[in-house]
């Protein structure tokens, strides 16, 4: 069964605080009821309101509290007000009781939503019944000290109270009644019959001192007919101590051997809906005024009860809707992680063991870059749309769910592995048609981990292990499906290890910059340098970008690296600034920086830092980047330009180019690919790519930079095309900063060669 919700398990704790009902006074239960209210909305203020009078408060002072304001706030179900000390508050009320008294919450910060307005609601209501069944119970034990005859009454009446107050069962309360009916009165036959409240419209009965086999006869006995019918129609006790003359003067046949009865009608909501009658069989007995009015008090614990049972069962319907919203998620409608687990698990204790059940673990590539580059309202949509795919694609039978974020998950029962891959294909497949929002093509693809269940395998585990595959298809690449097995895990650990190695590593300042030079082609001289990064790992050794950049970008750590590797760069150029006033450095920076404009401030500081000028700073961007053409990344390359800060295309021809952004963007600079580089001498169509971008960048006025140079082919077919700079193996690797500083004072030039 689905997990209580929210509002229930709230609910639920709300009604244990009228569980001691009998020990509770009006005054300890409105006060114990405002603070846990409190508690559960972390209001700021709980008050009951009736008429003007606030009756409680918490959250002012008792000398300050503004009636006013409460007032005005309980005679509108939702507002914004201006609370004094608190400032603006979101109000909601609900009604507790018909006499007028209203539930008031104010709180600071969030609105409430639709499930807690049902839920503020269903609590007014909760209180309002306890106050009723207070008041009940102070009129029974008073009625019991009258009563002084019948010394038991205060506690059989009690014992009713507290399986109403506990909330048991009905038929529990209705039974509890008829017996202490029997024995308060001295009655040999009691029934009670109550309409209108069983699940399947018969009425619901308790009888005591007749055998069990009567019960159903008892119940089938229309309300209004018979002595005790004068109770229902006319809604008042009706009582003799002659039932046999009663029974003639209706026409009814008498019952054999009574000879007194009465009978009390029971209320809910203002209308009659059961009979409570007691008979006795002893010749001669009268039920005396005070054993009618002990009925009558029987009779409203029964009304009592009648509403409290009808209250409960509202209040439980009014959260069904929020039991969904529960269990679902709100933008999708899919599923939620509880409800899957939940599906896995049942699945797997009911499944054919002959037919296993398979879980497809799915994650939108990239989905948090294009979240932060378009918003999230777009990025919603984009959820949106992925769940209606994932739909179309799976069977029938399949369960499709969203667990958090941009993850999805299909639960498919009854399905091999082989053929759950090929349904993990489909997903892949449906995702390939071009997701267009806004008149924006958006391009979506997701990375499947595929898993299936094994003897003793929990929901948990199995969800795990197909969560540890999808890991495995991001890292190979995404846009892909990958099945699990056991030495996925331990991989997963690694990159949880590697994760925060890198954590640790930024704190230690282990992430450095290593410096590669750019030539001049034609002077031979040191044209700028470009900043690559290295971790001087503490027991690995040096680690290169591959074996830690592509978890560092899907963490989101890339950020802090950049910004340690721009720091250290900028501040090595100052050193070097005597020497070299014009020499330039390039840092590359990850698109993460263009979803946030902070980047722009962080540049500033650092070239105030340093005293640089900002033409002296090359920013390497990616296509990727410039091409989603996102108004937020325009505005920060324009507020870095003012710095004069200068942009360079990195890898330029590797991309989903667009020549629209060379103009829309305020680039400076195209970096030839060493893949097409590599080709030059030897490959046409390498070098007809390569000239191509020369002219582009010629005709544009950006400067164009050959990067991956490694033979002197490559070299002098560059200079011949007219690309003036270049760098690669040929003329320099990357090289520490202070080998750097060594090779800037000597001079060398491009035919001594550099090491």
Known sequence: MPSASWSTVQLAEFLEVFEVLEMLDAENMTRIAVDRVAAAFDAEVVALVLDETVIRCLGFPADAVPVRLLRSASEVRSSILN????????????????????????????????????????????????????????????????????????????????????????QEVMDSITQGAAELLGADVVGLRIVGLGDDGRPIASLAGYPDEGLDHFRSIPLNQGFSGGAFVEGVLVSTGDYAAAARTLGTAPQELIEAAMAAPVHHDGRIVGV????????????TPAEQEILLRL?????????DAAAVHALRDSLEGERFKASHDALTALPNRTTVLEMIEYELHHADPAAPLCVLYIDVDRFKLLNDMYGHSFGDRVLIEVASRLRNAVREEDLVGRLAGDEFVVVAPGISAEAAGALAQRVTLEMTEPLVLDGRGTQVSVSVGVAESAAGLSSEELLGNADVAMYRAKTSGRDCVVSYDVQMRDEMFERADLEQEISLGLKAGEFVPLFQ?????????????????????????????????????????????????????????????????DLTISVNLSVRHFAHPEIVEFVAEILAKYRLHGSRLWLEITESMVMANNEMTLEILRSLRSLGVRFMVDDFGTGYSSLVYLKRYPIDALKIDREFVDGLGNDLEDEAIVTAIIRLADALGHEVIAEGVETAAQQDWLIQSGCLYAQGFLFSKAISADATEVLLSQALTVENGLL
């Open 83 to 170: 609370a004094p000390g608190i400032g603006e508050v979101h109000s909601v009320s609900a009604s507790v009781s018909t006499a007028g008294c209203t539930m008031v919450v104010l709180r600071a910060g969030s609105p409430f939503d639709r499930e807690e307005e049902t839920l503020v609601r269903s609590m007014a209501r909760a209180l309002g019944l306890a106050m009723t069944a207070t008041d009940r119970l102070t009129e029974s034990r008073v009625l019991a000290e009258r009563l002084s005859e019948r010394q038991y009454l205060s506690d059989r009446l009690s014992q009713i109270q507290k399986s109403i107050s506990h909330r048991a069962p009905l």
């Open 299 to 307: 009779a409203d614990h029964a009304s009592l009860a009648v509403t």
């Open 276 to 287: 409570l009658n007691v008979a006795s069989r002893d010749v001669g007995r009268v039920f």
């Open 517 to 581: 030079p750019s030539l001049n082609l034609a002077t031979g001289e040191v044209h700028s340098l470009e900043a690559l990064v290295r971790w001087n790992h503490p027991t690995r050794g040096q680690l290169s970008p591959d074996a830690f950049l592509a978890l560092a970008e899907d963490t989101g750590l890339i950020v802090d690296i950049d910004l340690c590797v721009l720091d250290e760069a900028c501040r090595r150029l100052a050193g070097w600034t005597q020497l070299h006033p």
